[in-house]
C-alpha cells in the first residue's frame, strides 16, 4: 500500500513540473511572436506627449537633454512602451548636439558619441541607444527590443509628427 502512495506522489509532482514547464515555455513563446509581430507588422500607433521640436534651450540641464535625446529614439525602436516622441531629423540632431557641446555633464562623452552616431545616419545600434537613454531615466518600463523597420517608421511619422517633420524625413 505504501509503494502504490509513494508512486502516486512521485506521478502527480512529476505530471505538476511537466505542466508548469509546458507552461511557462508556451507563455515565452507567446511573448517572443507578440514581439516579432510588432517588428514585423504595422505600427500604426499613435502616442502621447509628441512635439514636433525639441523645445530645448541652451542652458536646459542634462536631465532635459536626454529626455529629449530618448524621445527621439521612439521613431526608430520598439518597444512595449513609449511616453513622448521628439522627431529625429538631421535639425533636431543637430540642435541636440549644439547644445551637448557647450555643456560639461558627465556623461557629455557617451551622449555626443550617440548624437554623432546619428548625425551619419547611422541607428544600427539606436535600441541599444535608447535603452542606454532610458536607464540614465532610471526607466523601468519600455526598454527597446529591436528597431522597427522603414516602414513601420514611415507609419510612426506620419501618425504621430505634422507634415513638416514627415517632409524633412522625406516622407511626403
Same mark, same amino acid.
Given at each position: 500500500?505504501?509503494?502504490?502512495?509513494?508512486?502516486? !506522489?512521485? %506521478?502527480?509532482?512529476?505530471?505538476?513540473?511537466?505542466?508548469?514547464?509546458?507552461?511557462?515555455? !508556451?507563455?515565452?513563446?507567446?511573448?517572443?511572436?507578440?514581439?516579432?509581430?510588432?517588428?514585423?507588422?504595422?505600427?500604426?500607433?499613435?502616442?502621447?506627449? %509628441?512635439?514636433?521640436?525639441?523645445?530645448?534651450?541652451?542652458?536646459?540641464?542634462?536631465?532635459?537633454?536626454?529626455?529629449?535625446?530618448?524621445?527621439?529614439?521612439?521613431?526608430?525602436?520598439?518597444?512595449?512602451?513609449?511616453?513622448?516622441?521628439?522627431?529625429?531629423?538631421?535639425?533636431?540632431?543637430?540642435? %541636440? !548636439?549644439?547644445?551637448?557641446?557647450?555643456?560639461?555633464?558627465?556623461?557629455?562623452?557617451?551622449?555626443?558619441?550617440?548624437?554623432?552616431?546619428?548625425?551619419?545616419?547611422?541607428?544600427?545600434?539606436?535600441?541599444?541607444?535608447?535603452?542606454?537613454?532610458?536607464?540614465?531615466?532610471?526607466?523601468?518600463?519600455?526598454?527597446?527590443?529591436? !528597431?522597427?523597420?522603414?516602414?513601420?517608421?514611415?507609419?510612426? %511619422?506620419?501618425?504621430?509628427?505634422?507634415?513638416?517633420?514627415?517632409?524633412?524625413?522625406?516622407?511626403?
Amino acid at each position: 500500500m505504501k509503494k502504490v502512495i509513494g508512486w502516486t !506522489i512521485v %506521478v502527480c509532482i512529476t505530471l505538476l513540473i511537466a505542466g508548469l514547464g509546458t507552461y511557462v515555455l !508556451i507563455e515565452m513563446n507567446n511573448t517572443k511572436a507578440t514581439q516579432q509581430e510588432k517588428l514585423n507588422g504595422g505600427n500604426d500607433e499613435k502616442i502621447g506627449g %509628441v512635439q514636433n521640436t525639441t523645445h530645448l534651450k541652451k542652458s536646459d540641464d542634462k536631465e532635459k537633454v536626454v529626455s529629449v535625446m530618448h524621445k527621439m529614439t521612439h521613431q526608430k525602436v520598439a518597444a512595449d512602451e513609449k511616453w513622448g516622441a521628439v522627431p529625429m531629423t538631421p535639425s533636431t540632431i543637430n540642435e %541636440v !548636439i549644439s547644445i551637448v557641446e557647450k555643456e560639461d555633464y558627465k556623461e557629455k562623452k557617451p551622449l555626443l558619441d550617440i548624437l554623432q552616431k546619428w548625425q551619419a545616419g547611422n541607428f544600427t545600434e539606436i535600441d541599444e541607444d535608447h535603452n542606454y537613454l532610458w536607464t540614465l531615466q532610471d526607466g523601468t518600463e519600455g526598454k527597446a527590443y529591436g !528597431i522597427m523597420s522603414p516602414v513601420q517608421e514611415r507609419q510612426f %511619422v506620419h501618425q504621430n509628427f505634422n507634415e513638416t517633420v514627415a517632409r524633412e524625413l522625406g516622407y511626403l
